[in-house]
């Protein structure tokens, strides 16, 4: 079992960065493949970022260049840095823990079996 908290949400302007960080308890996320979702009111949750157990990272298209996923294994935490944020960027962002050896890919929301709460984004124009 592992416990995600997620924090650093808010409100930004357009242009603006953000960092959003995910503690984990119970587990280590060395022992984890973590990804970053979001969800927009009346959307369907999307993909953001993941980084796998062995550091490999993968981002969608819509922030590729923009946000950076990192992982600290000795502060158990991992981290979505948000830089030129967009009005489009608005949602609750999750995150969310797959484990080292599950199969399917990270780009999907069934590969993982712990989430967060959620913290809200809001990005104003």
């Known amino acids: 079992q592992v416990q995600l908290v997620e924090s650093g949400g808010g409100l930004v302007q357009a242009g603006g960065s953000l960092r959003l960080s995910c503690a984990a308890s119970?587990?280590?996320?060395?022992?984890?493949?973590m990804g970053w979702f979001r969800q927009a009111p009346g959307k369907e949750r999307e993909f953001v970022a993941a980084?796998?157990?062995?550091?490999?990272?993968y981002d969608a298209d819509s922030v590729k260049g923009r946000f950076t996923i990192s992982r600290d294994n000795a502060k158990n935490t991992v981290t979505l840095q948000m830089n030129s944020l967009k009005p489009e960027d608005t949602a609750v962002y999750y995150c969310?823990?797959?484990?080292?050896?599950?199969?399917?890919?990270?780009?999907?929301?069934?590969?993982?079996?712990?989430w967060g709460q959620g913290t809200q984004v809001t990005v104003s124009s």
């Open positions: 980084i796998s157990w062995s550091g490999v990272t």
């Open positions: 969310a823990a797959a484990p080292k050896y599950g199969s399917g890919s990270y780009y999907l929301p069934q590969r993982y079996d712990y």
């Open positions: 119970g587990r280590t996320v060395s022992s984890y493949g």
